[in-house]
């Protein structure tokens, strides 16, 4: 069977880094083949090179049993290739049908989009997610969950004979995400080849035909996934064994350091719970649950309407971020690049940009403290740069959310609220950082932590709270907290009887 995209002995160096060393890649027609690697590994630059954005040092592209050199994304998407990024290439301000359907949109005679036909064909476009979206609204009113399906849709509607997914479920939930893989599979059933490049194993192991893995720029090996383990896929990547994804919890005693009573506001509703020193909160939900919002709304961001927050039994008024802190609460949001870092800027600043007051001199910041903060963090974290002054965007995904820590670790936070800390990075530095929120929880520190990844938020967590529309429908113990229980009450499958002790402890 001739594949639809052979990359043949493809060479890619960028000053100081040689990406790929002579990577060989195939995808054949009808075929998922993921695409698995650690950060910085080659996934982005042999996905990009694919995609037309680089265009290989040395080697051979191969697009139907044709050598080619593309040119652009463009030159691409002619040849049937198609890619969706994981940074994504959306119009916020224009609706979501002109999104869908960029420079493909229905016209009469007279060049004259016809507005009736592309909305009915966004809804078509839509359906295979399962979810409800307006065509007509614009994009910027939607969550990133729902543009990450906008942008997937779009890929999808252009009828690619390849199509490359780079991290495509990283902002979406457990019910889209299965939505999603109905969708690929009818792709695949259709003789579309798909090139899915995730970090989420699981996922990998549940989709994909076959997964190549890549290790410091160079091919390990390909493998049929019915023929190989999670356990052999990951020695693969990182070198090593992985034991324990998820460190021992603490068994020791807890104060309440933030509490919450009736909070609402934009996107949730009558919220109360208690997130305590020493444990991890986990906070699970589907798409739209009020996870974040809440999130965004007891750290100041868009304050809450009505309600209490309660730090260590003292009331408080959050209105802005820069109360919260003063009151010793730290935010890692979903979105690091949008939200949480300076990327044209260095490490050092990134890391210090939390706590300049005590980097400064009786004027201006200290040059020197700011170089041993950053060191500090660069060994603490095991952050791989080229060092302290090295910009932020050329760091690796995983690097990326590592220093977005230590700029609030640098301030010895009493309560971190982490949304999505894990996504998009490999599964050594989700290992890494799951042992850092483990390690700030033990320092007596509260730790919630929003989780769009069930098994994450069950290995992690002391107790685990679950939205379902904007509302707080259960809180389960670590030993009460199974896989169905939670689901069900997510989904809201089950009725939730509330309970005292061991089981649900809020309905």
Same mark, same amino acid.
């Given at each position: 069977m001739e594949p639809l995209v052979r990359a043949k002995k493809i060479t890619k160096a960028f000053p100081g880094t040689l990406a790929l060393n002579e990577v060989d890649f195939e995808l054949l027609p009808g075929e998922i083949h993921a695409l698995v690697g650690e950060n910085g590994a080659g996934k982005s630059t042999l996905m990009h090179i694919m995609a037309g954005v680089y265009s290989a040092d040395r080697g051979e592209l191969v697009v139907e049993g044709r050598p080619v050199t593309l040119k652009d994304t463009n030159h691409a998407q002619q040849l049937g290739i198609s890619t969706v990024f994981q940074e994504l290439a959306l119009s916020t301000n224009m609706n979501v049908a002109e999104n869908v359907f960029t420079n493909s949109q229905p016209v009469n005679g007279r060049g004259m989009i016809r507005f009736e036909?592309?909305?009915?064909?966004?809804?078509?476009?839509?359906?295979?997610?399962?979810?409800?979206?307006?065509?007509?609204?614009?994009?910027?009113?939607?969550?990133?969950?729902?543009?990450?399906?906008?942008?997937?849709?779009? *890929?999808?509607q252009r009828q690619a004979k390849v199509l490359i997914l780079d991290e495509p479920t990283?902002?979406? $939930?457990? =019910?889209?995400?299965?939505?999603l893989m109905k969708a690929l599979r009818m792709l695949r059933d259709q003789g579309v080849g798909i090139i899915y490049v995730s970090h989420k194993l699981d996922e990998v192991f549940a989709l994909a035909d076959r997964i190549t893995v890549l290790k410091d720029g160079q091919r390990v090996g390909t493998v049929p996934t019915a023929e190989t383990s999670q356990e052999a896929v990951v020695r693969m990547m990182v070198g090593r064994?992985?034991?324990?994804?998820?460190?021992?919890?603490?068994g020791g005693p807890e104060e309440t350091v933030l509490e919450v009573r009736n909070l609402s506001g934009h996107g949730y509703s009558n919220v109360s719970l208690k997130a305590s020193s020493g444990k991890v909160l986990g906070l699970f939900g589907l798409t739209g649950a009020g996870r974040t919002e809440l *999130?965004?709304?007891?750290?100041?961001?868009?304050?809450?309407?009505?309600?209490?927050?309660?730090?260590? $039994?003292? =009331?408080?008024?959050?209105?802005?971020?820069r109360q919260a802190m003063k009151e010793g609460l730290a935010y890692i949001p979903e979105d690091r690049k949008?939200?949480?870092?300076?990327?044209?800027?260095?490490?050092?600043?990134?890391?210090?940009?939390?706590?300049?007051?005590?980097?400064?001199?009786?004027?201006?910041?200290?040059?020197?403290k700011l170089e041993a903060l950053a060191r500090e963090a660069i060994a603490k974290l095991r952050i791989k740069s080229k060092g302290t002054m090295q910009h932020v965007s050329r760091l690796s995904g995983g690097n990326q959310q590592k220093v977005l820590f230590a700029k609030w670790l640098a301030r010895n936070p009493a309560v971190l609220i982490a949304d999505e800390p894990t996504r998009g990075v490999d599964v050594g530095a989700k290992a890494?950082?799951?042992?850092?929120?483990?390690d700030l929880a033990n320092q007596g520190a509260a730790v919630v932590m929003i989780s769009s990844e069930l098994p994450e938020v069950l290995g992690m967590s002391d107790r685990v709270a679950v939205m379902r529309g904007g509302r707080l429908v259960a809180t389960f113990d670590c030993q009460a907290a199974t896989e169905e229980n939670v689901a069900a009450c997510a989904l809201g499958t089950i009725n939730v009887e509330a309970t005292t002790g061991e089981g649900i402890i809020n309905a």
């Open positions: 036909e592309l909305y009915r064909a966004t809804e078509e476009a839509l359906k295979p997610f399962g979810i409800k979206i307006n065509p007509r609204a614009p994009l910027r009113r939607y969550t990133v969950a729902v543009q990450q399906i906008v942008e997937i849709a779009r *890929a999808i990283s902002a979406i $939930g457990e =019910r889209e995400t299965g939505q064994e992985l034991d324990q994804m998820f460190p021992p919890r603490n *999130a965004r709304g007891i750290f100041g961001i868009e304050p809450s309407a009505s309600g209490e927050i309660v730090i260590r $039994g003292r =009331r408080v008024r959050m209105t802005t971020p949008e939200d949480g870092l300076f990327l044209e800027m260095s490490l050092q600043e990134n890391v210090a940009v939390a706590c300049l007051k005590a980097l400064s001199g009786l004027i201006f910041l200290n040059p020197s890494e950082i799951h042992s850092l929120l483990r």
